[in-house]
């Protein structure tokens, strides 16, 4: 059976006459009576029964017709889901989200513009740090990934900028400057108690401070490792030193740390949208062009 037989069948069915269907399908009569006999010798059974007045459903003709316009309509919701899949308009999508969610506002306002632009996806958000997120993006666990640290050298991957954030200096409120004049430059460091974060943690963005701190003639005198800025923001709560850490997380601190600003302090942290660059489906695609 083919679909334009079932659309033929049903068209004859309602108007109860070939001639006047043959006209409302827009084909010749003899055309549409060969397309109704073939249908009837594929399914084995009558369909009509030719009167005087035109054609009249058979019991087969009328249980076919049920189950024909459930069919066209199956048929049609098809078509247009795969329209609508096409367009990245349905279908699902599983993203992960920084760890620390309320530090990227501008994540949350663009998942929420995309909810909105496409109703009809279904999102799974994990909460994930961005090492973890790549290795599950890796192995196809996850379609794509708001992180940081990306290795830009790994071909594997592709990704696009989301936002920025500049960084800043943390340390114990509690600390006082000679002269009560809070440092300007890295280089007013060199004598305090710094925390660090381990290169295994983040080996890419380790090295972009480390070069940073370098062309500022500072050397950091480490006495505390933390894993992330949440770890490292209660070391410096703690008093134990200071750190620097992106704008974005000092709403995380409480009210024994404080912050500045330094004027060669001049990298800024970058979040992008990762995925793995051969599996991109028609919904992240779809996403990627919002971003």
């Not at 601190?253 to 489906?281: G, H």
Request: hydrophobic share 45%.
């Amino acid at each position: 059976m083919e679909l334009r037989q079932l659309r033929y069948f049903t068209a004859v069915a309602k108007l109860g006459s070939i001639s006047h269907a043959a006209q409302e399908l827009h084909i010749a009569q003899p055309a549409l009576t060969r397309q109704i006999q073939k249908l009837e010798d594929n399914l084995g059974v009558l369909l009509f029964e030719r009167t005087a007045r035109g054609v009249k459903l058979t019991d087969a003709g009328n249980q076919f017709l049920l189950d024909t316009e459930k069919l066209l309509e199956d048929a049609a919701t098809a078509k247009e889901r795969a329209i609508r899949a096409s367009r990245g308009e349905c279908g699902k999508i599983s993203i992960a989200l920084p760890v620390i969610q309320n530090a990227a506002p501008s994540i949350t306002a663009l998942l929420k513009a995309f909810k909105k632009e496409a109703p009809n996806v279904g999102v799974t958000l994990h909460h994930l740090i961005s090492e973890v997120q790549l290795a599950m993006i890796a192995e196809g666990q996850l379609d794509a990934g708001f992180l940081l640290f990306r290795p830009l050298s790994d071909p594997l991957f592709e990704g696009v900028p989301v936002y920025k954030e500049r960084m800043l200096l943390a340390y114990p409120a509690e600390w006082k400057w000679p002269d009560n004049k809070e440092p300007k430059f890295l280089r007013d460091l060199q004598d305090l108690d710094f925390i660090w974060i381990p290169r295994t943690a983040a080996p890419a963005w380790h090295d972009r401070l480390i070069h940073c701190f370098f062309d500022a003639g500072f050397t950091p005198r480490s006495v505390m490792h933390g894993v992330d800025a949440v770890s490292m923001l209660t070391l410096v709560s703690a008093g134990m030193g200071c750190t620097i850490v992106a704008e974005g997380t000092r709403h995380l601190a409480p009210p024994s740390v404080a912050f500045s600003t330094l004027s060669d302090l001049n990298i800024e942290q970058e979040w992008e949208l990762v995925w793995r660059k051969d599996r991109c489906s028609e919904v992240l695609k779809r996403l990627i062009s919002m971003i």
